[in-house]
């Protein structure tokens, strides 16, 4: 008996380990087929393999349900993508050298590589249900997590509770999207495990960075596809290097008065700093436009940084240009008598972009234009 019991305890052993060779070829198999660089795939688990191979199906699907125009469908046969047969692939390539297909191949990313630098940002594929599908390889330079570690995960798991509302009412796709992509345009705070030195520590360790994505819904009807969110993601650090001669920065209380002005907005709007001393920013603005605003507002206020999009400010004398503002809320260095650890808000600094010429300068949109026009 004890024979046979150790001979069959043996033969379990072998079959385990046949299981997982088995299990652990399938999964080299899997890996391999991923578009990773090798030293990538040989650092990843099992679960990353699964979570990779599923993201990577689901953008394929993406991709696939793009290709209804000639130009798309022209495009994708360009770079290799849905030639599914062995005959397909050899009647395409047999005209040409594995050197001009390099060569095409590193013409494509240095190409790609470009159009991330000049975006300063990286692109983003959200599903309806929040999976990040894909993300552009450079996310790492702006957050610290590298794009294997993100993609698969949902973006719920990386996000700030208090933004979830507002993602779930980004993601939600309405009736009138299913024909025309509807645009999306939001600001979001995201774990980032970069320092302040820009060096990645660990994610328990990591800080809210605010994102600024702005995008459009694909809404796909077919069962095969996949509708999700086309976003490119960028950061909002408040940056000088940007300045302009069409630029101009202030600062203002809570209430969004201007508390300083720089002298620059004399040449672009008319005014002189004295003049808007204790105004309130809504006062310069085109009305249609206070909701932009409002927004924006609201964003500095729970998540500390924010962009406006583009809205009308008022010119002295008649008209008005159109303009951007990137907002931050400047904490002051001494903590409040009620909440000891925490930084209460001195100001908010802004940089406004004048984007246009003056418009329509014969027409007074307020009390103040009109004034100026009659004292002159």
């Known amino acids: 008996m004890t024979a046979d019991k150790e001979k069959r305890r043996a033969i379990s052993r072998e079959a385990a380990r046949r299981r997982r060779r088995v299990e652990s070829d399938v999964f080299g198999d899997l890996s391999r087929l991923l578009p990773l660089q090798p030293s990538v795939r040989t650092h990843l688990d099992k679960p990353s393999v699964i979570r990779l191979a599923l993201s990577y199906i689901r953008i394929h699907k993406v991709l696939k349900g793009n290709a209804g125009t000639k130009a798309e469908a022209s495009h994708t046969v360009k770079h290799g993508q849905g030639m599914e047969s062995g005959e397909e692939r050899r009647e395409y390539g047999g005209g040409r050298g594995e050197k001009e297909k390099e060569t095409e191949d590193l013409e494509a990313s240095e190409e790609t590589d470009m159009y991330l630098r000049t975006l300063e940002g990286f692109l983003m594929v959200l599903s309806t249900e929040g999976d990040m599908i894909f993300l552009s390889d450079n996310v790492c330079k702006y957050m610290g997590l590298t794009q294997t570690e993100l993609m698969g995960h949902n973006i719920f798991e990386f996000t700030h509770p208090c933004d979830h509302e507002e993602i779930r009412n980004n993601l939600r796709l ?13 600001v979001m705070r995201i774990k980032s495990a970069l320092t302040h030195r820009g060096r990645s520590a660990n994610l328990k360790s990591a800080t809210w960075k605010v994102l600024h994505c702005q995008g459009r819904a694909k809404v796909c009807v077919a069962s095969s596809s996949v509708s999700c969110l086309l976003l490119t993601c960028q950061t909002l650090p408040l940056s000088h290097t940007l300045l302009s001669t069409h630029t101009f920065t202030s600062q203002h209380s809570m209430d969004m008065r201007f508390t300083y002005c720089e002298q620059r907005v004399t040449l672009l ?9 204790g105004r309130s920013i809504y006062g310069l603005c085109h009305t249609l436009d206070t909701s932009c605003l409002t927004k924006n507002h609201l964003n500095l206020c729970f998540k500390s940084q924010s962009v406006s999009g583009q809205y009308r400010m008022l010119v002295k ?23 000891p ?36």
């Open 269 to 277: 709007l008319g005014y002189s700093p004295e003049e808007l001393l």
């Open 317 to 339: 004398g008649g008209g008005y240009v159109w303009v951007e503002s990137h907002s931050a809320v400047i904490p002051s260095g001494r903590p409040s008598k009620s909440m």
């Open 341 to 376: 650890g925490a930084h209460q808000p001195l100001c908010i600094l802004c940089v406004t972009y004048v984007l246009s010429g003056v418009e329509e300068p014969f027409l007074q949109l307020s009390l103040d234009q009109t004034a100026h026009r009659y004292w002159s």
């Open 174 to 186: 309405s009736a009138g999207e299913v024909w025309c992509g509807g645009k999306r345009d939001f």
